[in-house]
T-cell receptor, first 112, second 109 residues
Framework: SQTIHQWPATLVQPVGSPLSLECTVEGTSNPNLYWYRQAAGRGLQLLFY??????ISSEVPQNLSASRPQDRQFILSSKKLLLSDSGFYLC???????????FGDGTRLSIL | KNEVEQSPQNLTAQEGEFITINCSYSVGISALHWLQQHPGGGIVSLFMLSSGKKKHGRLIATINIQEKHSSLHITASHPRDSAVYICAVRSRRDDKIIFGKGTRLHILP
């Protein structure tokens, strides 16, 4: 069966520090991968999606970036975090577009 | 105006009640998703619809493409159904996913 792992579950970082959140999927090949953010009191926002290794589409301009170095690995990064980057970050996968997405447990990121 | 509107924003009901959450959208879509977000933040995909109706246990989702409207129903609601329910659509125009702001449901025992 397929599983998705996302870590860490909670992260507290100072402003200006770098960020790396990792997401891996097991049990499937060539999944579509997604990074979402949910800011406090706001809805979900799609940040990045990837349909294959090295293929990243950015949905909103920001100081975050994403990379997909391996088929089932999706990394969300920042060189310098801003206060506005605080939020709940979710990784998800699907077998294709318009297919049900399966979510990780999320990372709660607090910027101090 | 948001392209995806959900109603109500908040809903409190007694255990056993029939629950309806509505989602209206203003763009042409290729698919609509209903998601459930638990208090800890974890999200589960409940349904993906492009037409008609789907049922899973006590949950029923319907969509009317002509009216650009979808409903999520919960029969015999239970306190464990308490969560935020989110409607999301994939826009046919630009392929983007657009999320509603969610409906916070609280079922009282």
């Amino acid at each position: 069966s397929q599983t998705i792992h996302q870590w860490p579950a909670t992260l507290v970082q100072p402003v200006g520090s770098p960020l790396s959140l990792e997401c891996t999927v097991e049990g499937t090949s060539n999944p579509n991968l997604y990074w979402y953010r949910q800011a406090a009191g706001r809805g979900l926002q799609l940040l990045f999606y990837s349909v294959g290794i090295g293929q990243i589409s950015s949905e909103v301009p920001q100081n975050l970036s994403a990379s997909r170095p391996q088929d089932r690995q999706f990394i969300l990064s920042s060189k310098k975090l801003l206060l506005s980057d605080s939020g709940f970050y979710l990784c998800a996968w699907s077998i294709g577009e318009d297919q049900p997405q399966h979510f990780g447990d999320g990372t709660r990121l607090s910027i101090l | 105006k948001n392209e995806v509107e959900q109603s109500p924003q908040n809903l409190t009901a007694q255990e056993g009640e029939f629950i309806t959450i509505n989602c209206s959208y203003s763009v042409g879509i290729s698919a609509l998703h209903w998601l459930q977000q638990h208090p800890g933040g974890g999200i589960v995909s409940l349904f993906m619809l492009s037409s008609g109706k789907k049922k899973h246990g006590r949950l029923i989702a319907t969509i009317n493409i002509q009216e650009k409207h979808s409903s999520l129903h919960i029969t015999a609601s239970h306190p464990r159904d308490s969560a935020v329910y989110i409607c999301a659509v994939r826009s046919r125009r630009d392929d983007k996913i657009i999320f509603g702001k969610g409906t916070r449901l609280h079922i009282l025992p």
